[in-house]
């Protein structure tokens, strides 16, 4: 059970790793976003997503770890979390347990938070983005008053010449 111990520790290090690069490019990401730079933005964000499947790849791993030390241990299935875990895990593997729970928890804070802001960052821009939009299209209808050559009221919309067209 030593070994399966270390693997799974010296696997959340790996995975404490992953979370601070995790939080690295969302910061990253935030300074893209707000530089308005389209095309670094696409390049943060595919960091972003390599990152989210090197995590996704090791998760399987830290399951098949978890399953053996999970029915050594006889956790039920409400107790099958880390906090219990460190409970029954010998020293000096609950003491390495503890010490990532806590810097994770750490990590995953600041990451939701940057997180947070950059969708904060985004939604602003889109709302601009949408305002001007609205203001460049409502710019080119224009009403035709007076009468047409019948005399009758016209009653119809002309459009002016757009500054853009509907593909942008």
């Known amino acids: 059970?030593?070994?399966?111990?270390t693997a799974?520790?010296?696997?959340?290090?790996?995975?404490?790793?992953?979370?601070?690069?995790?939080?690295?490019?969302?910061?990253?990401?935030?300074?893209?976003?707000a530089s308005q730079i389209p095309a670094s933005v696409e390049e943060k964000t595919a960091a972003l997503n390599v990152l989210i499947k090197q995590n996704k790849v090791a998760?399987?791993?830290r399951c098949r770890l978890l399953y053996r030390i999970v029915e050594h241990?006889?956790?039920?299935?409400?107790?099958?979390?880390?906090?219990?875990?460190?409970?029954?895990?010998?020293e000096p593997w609950s003491l390495r347990l503890r010490k990532?729970?806590?810097?994770c928890n750490d990590t995953l804070k600041s990451t939701k938070a940057v997180t947070?802001?950059?969708?904060?960052?985004l939604?602003?821009?889109?709302?601009?983005?949408d305002r001007t939009m609205y203001q460049i299209l409502s710019q080119n209808i224009a009403e035709t008053g007076g009468y047409d050559?019948?005399?009758?009221?016209?009653?119809?919309s002309q459009l002016r010449p757009a500054m853009i067209d509907q593909a942008g």
């Open 1 to 5: 059970m030593d070994e399966v111990l």
């Open 8 to 33: 799974l520790c010296d696997l959340l290090d790996e995975e404490l790793g992953r979370q601070t690069k995790l939080l690295e490019a969302s910061q990253e990401l935030r300074g893209a976003v």
């Open 59 to 61: 998760e399987g791993e």
């Open 73 to 90: 241990f006889g956790l039920e299935t409400d107790e099958q979390t880390l906090t219990d875990l460190i409970k029954v895990a010998p």
């Open 100 to 103: 990532f729970q806590t810097q």
């Open 116 to 121: 947070r802001q950059n969708t904060g960052i």
């Open 123 to 129: 939604r602003k821009s889109l709302r601009v983005i």
């Open 149 to 156: 050559s019948s005399g009758g009221d016209r009653a119809k």
